[in-house]
C-alpha cells in the first residue's frame, strides 16, 4: 500500500474516532456524566483531532511536491526537445529544402505538396481536411494524385520514400 493511500485510511480513521468521541462527549455531558469522565473523553477527542490535522498536513505536502516533481520532470522533457530541436535544426532543415525538392520532381500542386507534408506529419486525411479547411473527400483526392504522381503505392511508401534512409544500417545501432 503506497503512503498517500495509507494516509487516507488513517484519515478516515481518525475522522470517525473524532466523530464518535464527539457524539459521546456531548451525550455524557447531556445525561450528567462526571466531570473527569468528560475530560478524559474529550482528551481522546483532541488528541483523533490533533491526529486529523496532522494526516491533513501530511497529504497537502505530498500533494505539494508530486506537483512539484511533476512540474521539474515536464520541464526537463521541454528542455530535452528544445534542446534536441536546436541540435537537429539544420539537418531539419536540410530535409526540409530535400523534401521540398522531390515534391518539385514529382510536380505536386501546392495544395498536394501542402496535403502530402501533412501526411508526413502524421495528421490523418480527417485532421488534413480540418487544418485546410477542405472536405475530407478533396483530402483523399489529393493524397491519390500524390501517390500517383510519385509512383507510390500509399501513405506508407511516402513516409518510407523519405525517412528509409535516415535509419541506421543494423550494424551501427547503438
Known amino acids: 500500500m503506497n503512503e498517500t493511500r495509507l494516509v487516507r485510511v488513517f484519515l478516515f480513521l481518525f475522522?470517525?474516532?473524532?466523530?464518535?468521541?464527539?457524539a459521546d462527549v456531548v451525550s455524557d455531558v447531556a445525561e450528567g456524566a462526571s466531570l473527569s469522565h468528560v475530560v478524559a473523553e474529550g482528551?481522546?477527542?483532541f488528541a483523533a483531532a490533533a491526529g486529523l490535522a496532522l494526516l491533513v498536513r501530511r497529504l497537502v505536502v505530498q500533494s505539494r511536491t508530486s506537483r512539484a516533481a511533476l512540474?521539474?520532470?515536464?520541464?526537463?522533457?521541454?528542455?530535452?526537445?528544445?534542446?534536441w530541436r536546436d541540435e537537429a535544426h539544420e539537418a531539419l532543415e536540410g530535409l526540409g529544402v530535400a523534401i521540398d525538392?522531390?515534391?518539385a520532381r514529382w510536380e505536386l500542386t501546392p495544395a498536394e505538396k501542402e496535403v502530402a507534408l501533412?501526411?508526413?506529419?502524421?495528421?490523418?486525411?480527417?485532421?488534413i481536411a480540418e487544418v485546410r479547411d477542405v472536405t475530407e473527400r478533396t483530402v483523399r483526392q489529393q493524397a491519390?494524385?500524390?501517390?500517383?504522381?510519385?509512383?507510390?503505392?500509399?501513405?506508407?511508401?511516402l513516409a518510407a520514400f523519405f525517412l528509409e534512409d535516415l535509419l541506421l544500417p543494423r550494424g551501427d545501432r547503438a
Not at 512540474?71 to 534542446?83: D, G, H, K, V, Y
Open 144 to 157: 491519390h494524385a500524390v501517390y500517383g504522381k510519385a509512383g507510390l503505392a500509399g501513405r506508407a511508401d
Open 101 to 103: 525538392r522531390q515534391f
Open 15 to 22: 475522522g470517525l474516532i473524532l466523530v464518535a468521541v464527539s
Open 43 to 45: 482528551i481522546v477527542a
Open 118 to 127: 501533412l501526411m508526413l506529419k502524421g495528421l490523418s486525411h480527417r485532421e
Open 71 to 83: 512540474r521539474e520532470e515536464l520541464e526537463a522533457s521541454r528542455q530535452e526537445a528544445l534542446r
